[in-house]
């Protein structure tokens, strides 16, 4: 049985029997966190988990900043738990930064069945977990939002990011422009040409030479995918 890696934000918040009945669910580790930046300094540090509770119960603000930062350095699920009263003030942020949300009171087998359909969603790999990564001359750092390939350093945007995370959960299988499309931009109903673009960009930085890429192959017609393992 995989065990999924769980980050849960602002811990204390939440009722006692839902805590418990996620701190006692085996198929999960849960490794709370009292403050927002706690959760952040861990991911910079060891890396990210697959999935991500935040709950918004006491600080709404400080936990979508958290949900903010976290998704500038890495990709993953994130879902939120919201008092009914705050809903309307912070839909639109959680809706930027969320996957999705549940109401409090929350039942544990609701929150259960939401958290497998992010997890089923996005096959689990280590990279999601990781925070460096090396593939022959590349190096990605995740938690500075690096590359490193030749010698040469390159910041990569928080979109170039997900595209990087997309791509390596599914290496080397192809990736079908429309996942990525859905996955990089879920609110924006971006365009393929923007994903070009984007991809593009993301070239530039890692590829030795964009026009030969090594790591990021296109398939015609279908999406891209990311072509060498790491060592």
Known sequence: MQISQIMLVA???LPRDLLEALLNNEHYAIKPFATASAAVRHVESQGGPNLALIS???RPTEGLEAARRL????????????????????????????DDFLLLPVQPLELEARM???????PV???????IIHFDELTIDFS?????????????SPTEASLLHTLLRNAPHVVPSQTLLSRVW??????????????????????????????????????????VPPD
Do not use: C, W
């Open 11 to 13: 811990a204390e918040s």
């Open 56 to 58: 918004l119960a006491a």
């Open 71 to 98: 998704k500038s350095i890495m990709d993953m699920p994130l879902i939120f738990i919201i008092a009914p009263d705050d809903l309307r003030n912070f839909m639109s942020q959680m809706q930027v930064y969320g």
């Open 116 to 122: 497998q359909l992010l997890l089923a969603k996005l």
């Open 125 to 131: 790999e280590n990279y999601d977990r990781e925070r």
């Open 144 to 156: 500075r939002s690096r590359l490193l390939t030749n010698g040469k350093s390159a910041r990569i």
């Open 186 to 227: 879920p609110q924006n109903g971006a365009s393929e040409d923007t994903l070009r673009v984007h991809m593009h960009r993301l070239r530039s930085k890692l590829e030795a030479d964009p026009h030969n890429p090594a790591y990021i192959r296109t398939a015609r017609g279908i999406g891209y995918r990311f072509a």
